[in-house]
């Protein structure tokens, strides 16, 4: 059973646009939720997360929106630009768990 | 550089080779996990240390896959013959156990088994 569902698998924004990226959880006891960015070549790095104790967190550019009741968390990113063009992984981890489960992946493509 | 080191980076073996992969994680990180990306897919957990403890393995990790971080500093993976389903980059991450949740992945080691 896949543990986070992502969507969509790709994405095209024009630079300046807004690009958003959906996550969807089915354990409850999950209780942070980490984006990651990865770029061809490298390993994923750590973009921002949020706990389930909040709805909304913001870093610069980058907006997570958290519906606990919905199990369902995104990413926005405002203003896009082309160095964003990358792969983003939404996660879900539990201590008890002691690992992430990933989700699928997003190749964001920002167009100049 | 303070980061996750990984090498090689990059791996050829031959089916029915043994190989070996080698992590260095962040020096006051006492987490160190091992995962599984294949083309397209999110990284998939294989294992964990805490210390010199492998505390978990995950079912995806066959016999042949051998992990090992002998005095809690850097990490070892050994696959026994390869199988061409073993190509996929392995990446390994580390973390304090203070703030377990915050991994930092190292660049990965891409290997291909022809």
């Known amino acids: 059973q896949q543990q986070v569902k992502q969507s969509p698998q790709s994405l095209i924004v024009q630079k300046g646009g807004i690009s958003i990226i959906n996550c969807a959880y089915e354990?409850?006891?999950?209780?942070?939720f980490p984006w990651y960015q990865q770029f061809p070549g490298k390993g994923p790095a750590l973009l921002i997360a949020?706990?389930?104790?909040?709805s909304e967190k913001k870093e610069g550019r980058f907006t997570i929106s958290f519906n606990k009741s919905a199990k369902q968390f995104s990413l926005h990113i405002m203003d896009s630009q082309p160095g964003d063009s990358a792969t983003y992984f939404c996660a879900a981890f539990k201590g008890n768990f002691n690992k992430f489960y990933f989700g699928s992946g997003t190749k964001l493509n920002v167009k100049p | 550089d303070t980061g996750v080191s990984q090498n090689p980076r990059h791996k050829i073996t031959k089916r029915g080779q043994n190989v070996t992969f080698r992590c260095d994680p962040i020096?006051?990180?006492?987490?160190l996990y091992w995962y599984r990306q294949t083309l397209g897919q999110g990284p998939e957990f294989l294992t964990y240390f805490q210390n010199e403890a492998q505390l978990e393995k995950s079912r995806l990790l066959s016999d042949r896959f051998s992990a090992e971080r002998p005095k809690g500093s850097f990490s070892t993976l050994e696959i026994q013959r390869t199988e061409q389903g073993d190509s996929a980059m392995y990446l390994c991450?580390?973390?304090?156990?203070?703030?377990?949740?915050?991994?930092?992945f190292g660049p990965g080691t891409r290997l291909t088994v022809l």
């Open positions: 020096s006051e990180h006492n987490r």
């Open positions: 354990n409850t006891a999950f209780d942070y």
């Open positions: 949020i706990r389930p104790d909040v």
């Open positions: 991450a580390s973390s304090q156990f203070s703030s377990y949740n915050e991994q930092f």
